[in-house]
């Protein structure tokens, strides 16, 4: 008899064919992985301890400006006077005294500022984010963007071929974020690429792809071969998520399945349809092994990244019988692209951010995860210094380089990461027409980055296992950087 | 524009078109010929030639394996292509499938006739694009090309060497291609898969009575009546602007009826869905769907039916007029101007937002383009970008100082923002300075001076008014607006992934209608629909088509089973939004201005082109699925907040079909023809057989509902193709 797919999937657990074996593998797609590289950090034995990443996109393009502020007065370094100067007369100035403070050991112990969404809201169910740099759960990667190479002003000035391809494109840019790649169009992201590489040691016996996405198969979640399992969020309990209805036993109603999934193997050659069944197949195969009734016990906001959080840390607490060792995750949150009504919109949006993220850290500590399980943020690009417009239609324009945080208890928080600026710290000079800003002549300030995506993402790679020996893959341009690791990670 | 068909299948036809040509267009026969590739003595492996030493004629042997390389060229034999005189190589696309299960779309070089019915094709064994790779030498691989949305043979050709064990696919792995389901009527279009699928384009959808008419009075004939079909058949809905505040009688606390009737999405949203079950005006509707999806504007702004109603006005009212005009219009809609900020665009403070978006997204895109679509490259082998900063900066000051009309305009009230009527120009808020307009070839007044006699607001305004005229027509008239606008329109309407042949096509008749009008979209449209590769019986190409995306693939079963309320007595209200929402599309609340779907999105781990995918995953296929089982079997049920009635599908007309044969034959039969294009494979019918018999056969309508049920989740059907 024709082993088809489904016949494999029910028999998950017996004893399987080598055909079965091959068509597992290519479903997680790591046939090539295994022909390409055998072994790894995990070597032949599976990780003793669990990892995960969770990547939170903000979309739109978070304005970092009014995210990491100078709380000081020092002029060498861009004080609060400086961000004041370009920002005040319209009005997209935060007032000092509502910043969150926080010491940075790696500028002499100067203050700076998070956006006071950070801290307690109105509303709000827990701290926020904002105690946990001085606990050292979170650091601030400053001034990180998509870079072919490294570029002075001059550089990006005189030599046009240097540049990232459509700076300041929505689309270019959440991409170049993605796939950590700033120069070609790529079709596979960074974390499906970290999955391509290490899948096939850490987690041997999967029940589930290793990446799962909250907000669909977005870039990140692509590798060459690595496909994600797209969740719907919380309420949703996850048995629920990829379940089918309409099938009660019957013996009509079994016909009616058995027929529904043999359509899926019928594609005369088509490509689309291929590409159709290939998703309704594989989301039929998940749902038989995502039938967990886990829960969690912190509290989560009811809020669209909230119930996208909640609905990981139930996968993570289902890791065990998914036989899940490493993890990647993506989540988003939307609206980000503050052109006017920057004011009220942005503090709305990283107040919900940041109770969301509290509440998974919380989460992660209550399983005993807490250093297992680093987030981290991303976004389109950070928004111009100079503001548009005035008032409460206040807000800013597409940029480039932006501070990211990442949050965990494997993070070496309470600090600074990245290359320094002309200015001798990881922070840039708020000036524009100044040393970091990529306009000249009408200049607004979209400063050109000093550390790049990859040595970002590179770092947070590291911990989670990948090798060395596999960042030029996963990292194609990282050769061309000083730093592969930013350090910001405990081992 | 006229086809070149075989002569034979129009003898019988033209008698009669004779006979009716006071009121029906002639409609040629649509199925093209399918193209072969010649192959070796064996049978199975291609005949090629290197084409450095290829002597112009047709070999006898080919060489057996070729060397991939960018710069290796390669020589096919073709037969079976019957070109227009427009048709070149660019109307063909190579595929090479290696043992990997890799597929590598060529580089195509020359297309030569070489003796009647035969070409010599050239190509590259090298993948322009390079999403996956390139083709490795690992011994025999697959080729096969596709012209007009119809696949070659299938021949083995070696890469490196020979050898390797490559299937060639067997006949039950290749889509029918021979049924042309002509019904006997020798007058209007008997083609019945094509009319299907020109209803899916054209349409929301192939309902029974269009289907008829197309039948009766031919596509042109058709055409011709919906561009001139009074639209829209049901009223718009008028809800009242939003004050700074709801009334107190009518805000969502007091009155959530009023507020919803009024203050929210709702109202536009229903009415959407009942025009599109309903409509008489499909083309209109379908047309102005599609420059929404283009030219987007979003409830995600502003939740509110009044502006998003007057920007629809905008496009249903621009669908078949001049590009340039809707432009114009769309630059200065009060909803565009709120959503990409250009109403709070000052002097002082100009913001980017829309002189980006109109340049990347409605009119020129990214890159330089060849008049085909494809991207123009320099001398490096790389895409040429079509503007800068410095462009955006420019334009930027041209678009300051509009703003809402809030006093002097027919809509203007108190307290109330005008989403109505154009934005108009506060002077003092316009930059005056000059500006330099986009550069490209066959650019004209590409300088904006400083206004040099602007003392009065009556200056000011004329110098701005014609400063956005003159900028708009800088943009309009950048030759890269033809193929851009032409290859979304065809993407939204007929297919993902068009050849460049077709996309050259449109936009030819974008550059010019035929009486030297540029951005003619009554004639774009014709063209689209009309093209040879948008019509046929059958269409056989690998990437032919494209998914229905979730409103259509309500729309498209609403139309077919035509929608009623859940009661199955009166007509739906068309409270469909929040279930295509949960399918990742609601209804004119795009999530960004880049649509609920990016136009370049690749599916995941190949190099397929195909928008709709980007809403397609695990999560959304499952709901997919669930959403057709209760649509299909229960019906959506009413509820008191927005949907009143609820919504089922009456498939009353096709339950004689299933009472009449107890083996279920008849009713798959007629379900194939309705929704299939006739196209369903002995597989899918075998499947679904199995599955109506096992329902009794006393209760014929779940035998119905149980096979458009199955068709309806499968991928075959839900690829419109």
């Known amino acids: ?491 | 524009m006229k086809f070149v068909f075989r002569k034979s299948y129009l003898v019988p036809l033209v008698i009669a078109l004779l006979a009716l040509s006071a009121f029906a267009q002639e409609d040629p026969n649509p199925d093209s010929p399918t193209p072969s590739l010649l192959s070796s003595h064996d049978r199975t492996r291609i005949l090629a030639v290197n084409t450095r030493g290829w002597d112009g004629g047709i070999p006898s042997t080919g060489t057996a394996a070729f060397r991939p390389s960018a710069t290796n060229s390669v020589t096919v034999f073709v037969s079976n292509l019957d070109l227009m005189s427009s048709e070149g190589v660019n109307s063909i696309q190579v595929y090479l499938t290696q043992r990997s299960g890799k597929v590598f779309e060529l580089q195509t070089e020359q297309l030569i006739e070489v003796a009647k019915n035969v070409h010599a094709l050239q190509f590259r064994i090298y993948d322009p694009a390079g999403y996956r790779g390139q083709p490795v030498p690992d011994g025999d691989s697959l080729i096969n090309i596709t012209w007009r949305g119809l696949t070659s043979n299938s021949l083995k050709i070696g890469i490196g060497s020979t050898g390797g064990g490559i299937k060639l696919p067997t006949a039950s792995d290749i889509a029918p291609s021979g049924k042309r389901n002509q019904s006997a009527e020798l007058v209007g279009y008997q083609y019945a898969g094509d009319r299907v699928r020109f209803l899916e384009q054209a349409a929301f959808g192939p309902s029974s009575s269009e289907d008829l008419r197309i039948r009766r009075i031919g596509l042109r004939t058709w055409l011709a009546d919906q561009f001139d079909k009074p639209y829209p058949t049901f009223a718009y809905p008028n809800p009242a602007q939003m004050p700074t505040a709801p009334p107190a009688n009518c805000s969502l606390t007091t009155n959530p009826t009023c507020y919803r009737e009024n203050y929210t999405m709702i109202p536009l949203q229903k009415w959407f869905f009942t025009e599109a079950f309903y409509g008489n005006s499909q083309l209109r509707h379908k047309t102005a769907w599609a420059l929404g999806e283009i030219l987007v504007t979003s409830g995600v702004a502003i939740q509110q039916s009044s502006h998003a109603i007057a920007y629809h006005k905008i496009l249903s009212e621009g669908a078949f007029g001049n590009y340039r005009q809707l432009l114009g219009n769309v630059t200065l809609s009060p909803t565009m101007g709120q959503y990409l900020d250009m109403a709070r665009s000052t002097k002082s403070n100009p913001n980017e937002n829309y002189p980006r978006e109109i340049l990347q997204l409605f009119s020129i895109g990214l890159f330089m383009l060849n008049q085909d679509g494809t991207q123009q490259l320099d001398q490096q082998g790389h895409a040429i970008d079509s503007y800068n900063q410095a462009n955006i900066n420019e334009l930027s000051k041209v678009f300051t100082g509009w703003t809402f009309c809030n006093f002097t305009c027919a809509n203007s009230g108190n307290g109330i923002i005008n989403y109505k009527d154009p934005m108009v120009l506060v002077p003092g808020n316009h930059d005056l300075g000059a500006k330099t307009l986009l550069n490209y070839p066959g650019a004209q007044n590409t300088v904006i001076p400083a206004c040099a006699s602007c003392s009065s607001d009556e200056e000011i305004k004329d110098y701005a008014n014609n400063s956005l005229q003159q900028a708009l027509n800088n943009i309009f008239n950048h030759p890269n607006v033809g193929p851009f606008i032409g290859k979304l329109l065809i993407q939204h309407l007929v297919t993902s992934d068009p050849s460049p042949a077709y996309v050259g096509r449109v936009a030819a008749v974008f550059n010019d209608n035929g009486s030297g009008v540029r951005g003619d979209l009554k004639s774009v449209i014709k063209t689209i629909l009309l093209d040879p590769e948008a019509r046929g019986n059958i269409k056989t190409a690998p990437r032919y088509g494209k998914l229905r995306e979730p409103v259509q693939l309500i729309t498209g079963l609403g139309r077919i089973f035509p929608a009623k309320d859940y009661f199955g007595e009166i007509r739906s209200e068309g409270a469909m939004a929040s279930y295509a929402a949960n399918l990742g599309q609601d209804p004119f609340n795009s999530p960004t201005v880049f649509n609920y779907f990016s136009a370049q999105f690749i599916v995941p781990g190949t190099s397929i082109l195909a928008p709709e995918f980007d809403l397609m995953n695990t999560g959304n296929a499952i709901k997919r699925t669930n959403f057709l089982h209760t649509l299909i079997f229960e019906g959506l049920a009413a509820n008191a907040t927005d949907s009143l009635r609820g919504t089922s599908l009456d498939v009353s007309e096709f339950i004689p079909a299933a009472q009449a044969d107890p083996t279920g034959n008849q009713l798959l039969d007629l379900l194939n023809v309705r929704m299939m294009h006739g196209a369903m494979v002995q597989a899918q019918k075998d499947a679904i057989l199995t599955a109506i018999q096992a329902v009794p056969e006393n209760n014929p309508t779940l035998r119905t509902r149980t096979a458009i049920y199955l068709i309806a989740a499968s991928s075959q059907y839900q690829i419109q193709r």
């Not at chain 1, 870079?147 to 071929?161: G, I, K, S």
């Not at chain 1, 079994?254 to 899926?264: G, I, K, V, W, Y």
């Not at chain 1, 998974?360 to 680093?374: C, N, P, R």
């Open chain 1, 1 to 491: 008899m024709k082993q088809t797919r489904r016949d494999f999937l029910r028999n998950t657990g017996c004893g399987l064919t080598m055909t079965a074996m091959a068509t597992q593998l290519q479903h997680f797609g790591m046939l090539n992985t295994m022909a390409q590289k055998a072994g790894s950090k995990f070597g032949s034995a599976v990780p003793s301890d669990y990892r995960a990443l969770v990547c939170i996109f903000m979309f739109g393009g978070n304005d970092g400006n009014n995210t990491v502020i100078p709380n000081h007065s020092d002029a060498n370094v861009s004080g609060y006077p400086a961000y004041a100067a370009g920002r005040s007369a319209q009005g997209l100035a935060l007032a000092q005294n509502t910043l969150l403070p926080v010491s940075v050991p790696r500028i002499g112990g100067l203050s700076y500022g998070l956006h006071p969404g950070f801290g307690t809201v109105t509303g709000g169910i827990n701290p926020g984010l904002h105690p946990l740099w001085a606990q050292g759960k979170m650091g601030v990667v400053t001034n990180v963007g998509p870079l072919v190479r490294p570029l002075t002003r001059a550089e990006y000035q005189n030599n046009p071929d240097w540049r990232p391809r459509q700076l300041f494109s929505h689309s270019d840019q959440t991409n170049a974020h993605q796939s950590a790649r700033a120069d070609v169009v790529m079709l596979s992201g960074w974390g499906g690429r970290i999955s391509d590489r290490t899948t096939i040691s850490a987690n041997p016996d999967r029940l589930v792809p290793t990446v799962s996405s909250l907000g669909g198969a977005r870039l990140f979640t692509v590798g060459e071969n690595t496909q994600p399992v797209s969740l719907g969020a919380a309420p949703t309990p996850l048995s629920g998520i990829l379940a089918l209805t309409g099938y009660n036993g019957t013996p009509v109603a079994n016909a009616r399945l058995a027929a529904l999934e043999t359509q899926l193997d019928i594609e005369q050659g088509h490509d689309l349809v291929h590409a159709s069944n290939e998703v309704h197949r594989e989301a039929i195969r998940i749902s038989r092994s995502l039938n967990d009734t886990v829960e969690v016990t912190v509290a989560f906001p009811n809020t669209e990244l909230g119930n996208q959080l909640k609905q990981v840390a139930r996968m993570i607490k289902a890791r065990n019988t998914l036989h899940m060792n490493r993890q990647i995750f993506f989540c988003s949150i939307d609206g980000f692209d503050t052109h006017t009504g920057q004011i009220a919109g942005q503090g709305a949006l990283l107040g919900r951010m940041s109770q969301a993220m509290r509440s998974f850290y919380d989460e992660m500590t209550a399983q005993g995860l807490a250093d297992k399980v680093t987030q981290f943020t991303m976004t389109d690009f950070n928004r111009t210094f100079n503001p548009g417009g005035s008032g409460t239609n206040v807000g800013s324009d597409h940029a480039w380089a932006n501070h990211q945080f990442i949050v965990g208890g494997g993070v070496l928080g309470g600090d600074f990461y990245g290359m320094n600026t002309s200015n001798g710290t990881p922070f840039p000079t708020l000036v524009q027409n100044g040393p970091d800003d990529a306009d000249s002549g009408v200049a607004r300030g979209r400063w050109i980055p000093t550390t790049s995506v990859e040595q970002y993402a590179g770092t947070l790679a590291s911990w989670y296992g990948l090798e060395a020996a596999d960042m030029p893959f996963v990292f194609p341009n990282m050769v061309n950087f000083p730093m592969m690791n930013l350090g910001f990670m405990a081992s």
